[in-house]
């Protein structure tokens, strides 16, 4: 499975895993190797029980681990603000945002 990530969901759930993107029609399973110490080579490993949540990515217009967006991501928008208008304009669409300073954008 190439281009597939694995990543922690966030720095302070490391035992919440999303893996993605996948096609669900093609991945209904995923095998997952875990690794764990041999107590055969050193006597001193103990086990315990850690619990694992593995969440899929399906690419619905998120963001790869690498900053690159899916598929799905078509638009972006040059300026950080609050939307105030949507208005169809023949072929076009005309987006008004109110920026974070407060200027408005066309």
């Keep these: 499975m190439k281009g597939i990530y694995i990543t922690p969901y966030s720095p302070t759930k490391e035992n919440i895993l999303v893996v993605g993107p996948i096609s669900g029609d093609k991945y209904q399973e995923i095998p997952f ?4 110490p041999d107590p055969a080579k050193d006597k001193n490993v103990y086990f315990v029980k850690y619990p694992i949540y ?3 990515n399906r690419g619905r217009g998120q963001v790869y681990p690498t900053g690159e967006k899916t598929n799905n991501n078509l638009f972006a928008s040059t300026t950080a603000g609050k939307i105030q208008e ?8 005309d987006i008004t945002i109110l920026s974070n300073s407060g200027d408005i954008k066309t």
């Design 33 to 36: 190797p875990i690794l764990s």
């Design 54 to 56: 593995v969440g899929a």
């Design 86 to 93: 949507i208005k169809e304009n023949g072929k076009n669409i």
